[in-house]
């Protein structure tokens, strides 16, 4: 330990090796920088009042933004996935009603097939209010038929219907040719 002066302290400071120790500084010993008189002019002056609360609340502040931004992009990815979900339904609907269509021979389709068509109870959840509409209209040549699947659905009340729309067209697989064989 040694003993110097040090005349912005205002006193005698006792330093242990090149770390200084004040003796009495506020009733207790600690270890400070070599200048203190920035210190106490910095307490008394009070540039810095009050500026970690205002720091805090500005930190709260960002982080409540981000938060609601954060949580908004959760709400409308969710949104739309339902949406999605639902259009993905609806289009697996309207391809399998096709499918059995392909499936059927050609004079069984017909009004009455089409007017049998309807949303499946797996897809009720995902159609909300769903409805199918086949159309069958004879096609050209007559020998062709023109299928239409359209399936409907409401997803919210106060929006307008969505709706998905498949068109295919049929023909007679057994359609024989005038003077040869099929």
């Known amino acids: 330990m040694s003993f110097c002066h040090n005349r912005k302290a205002g006193g005698v400071s006792v330093t242990w090796g090149t770390i200084p120790i004040v003796p009495f500084l506020q009733g207790t010993i600690g270890i400070v920088p070599h200048d203190i008189s920035n210190l106490r002019h910095y307490r008394k002056t009070g540039q810095r009042t009050g500026s ?29 996935r339902a949406k999605l979900a639902s259009h993905q339904a609806a289009v697996e609907l309207a391809a399998n009603v096709l499918e059995a269509a392909r499936a059927l021979p050609f004079d069984r389709l017909d009004k009455s097939w089409a007017d049998a068509q309807t949303v499946p109870s797996e897809s009720a959840d995902l159609l909300p209010e769903g409805k199918v509409l086949v159309t069958l209209e004879p096609g050209q040549p007559t020998s062709t038929k023109r299928l239409t699947v359209e399936v409907r659905w409401q997803v919210e009340p106060d929006h307008p219907a969505r709706s998905v729309r498949l068109t295919s067209v049929f023909s007679n697989r057994e359609d024989k040719k005038a003077g040869g064989k099929p």
């Open 52 to 80: 970690l609360l205002i720091e805090a609340t500005v930190a709260l502040a960002i982080i409540a933004i981000v938060g609601g931004i954060v949580a908004q992009s959760i709400v409308w990815g969710l949104q739309e």
